[in-house]
């Protein structure tokens, strides 16, 4: 347990769950579970009433919470307390400081391409590059050696190797394994291109 203190035993009930991960609010709509009955009544208005009380006098545009009002109006009145401490840069949001500070500040690529191995930093860059590299196939980075293409720089660095005739990397599976190997890749990349254009179809009314 963490030891926090609470005035009522009943705060201390409802924050108990956290630990022992009861969730005796259900949800008969969704069937999903909360373990406080305020998380649970916020998802009853969020999600299924269609109510929006809070409405913005400059734009009209209405929201579920007083708070996401507040929020908005911030993009009205150009406020920005949010301020980066290593830049000096400021946001009318904290979401938005906290993209910023992965973004630029952060040298950690947690997330890696499942198809070349280049790491991103965050999980829009990593999507935006699978869409346009390697479900589109724009090939950008070539070889000033033979001139072919590559998808992004990482395979074009995987490449140049090739001509410089240097192989200290030994290979441990076998010619079939190889060619299952290969052959699942090509079966991912074409289904995951088959699966955006038929998004692409639905889009545009094709």
Not at 68 to 80: A, I, Q, S, V
Not at 92 to 106: G, M, P, V
């Amino acid at each position: 347990m963490c030891q926090k203190a609470f005035v009522t035993s009943s705060l201390l009930n409802s924050h108990t769950r956290i630990h022992t991960r009861q969730k005796p609010y259900n949800c008969s709509l969704c069937n999903k579970s909360f373990n406080q009955s305020s998380h649970f009544e916020r998802h009853k208005l969020c999600i299924h009433s269609n109510r929006k009380p809070y409405k913005c006098g400059v734009c009209l545009k209405a929201f579920v919470e007083s708070g996401n009002l507040k929020r908005h109006m911030r993009l009205h009145t150009g406020e920005k307390r949010y301020n980066c401490s290593l830049c000096n840069k400021s946001f009318s949001q904290s979401s938005t400081l906290e993209l910023h500070k992965r973004r630029i500040h952060s040298i950690r690529r947690p997330y890696h391409c499942p198809f070349c191995g280049k790491p991103f930093k965050t999980t829009g860059n990593l999507m935006s590059h699978i869409r346009f590299a390697v479900v589109c196939g724009v090939k950008p980075y070539v070889c000033d050696e033979c001139q072919k293409c590559f998808c992004t720089s990482y395979e074009l660095k995987q490449h140049q190797p090739a001509h410089s005739g240097f192989k200290g990397f030994c290979c441990g599976l076998s010619v079939t394994q190889v060619d299952c190997v290969f052959l699942l890749c090509f079966i991912f990349v074409l289904y995951f291109r088959l699966v955006y254009l038929s998004c692409l179809s639905t889009a545009y009314g094709e």
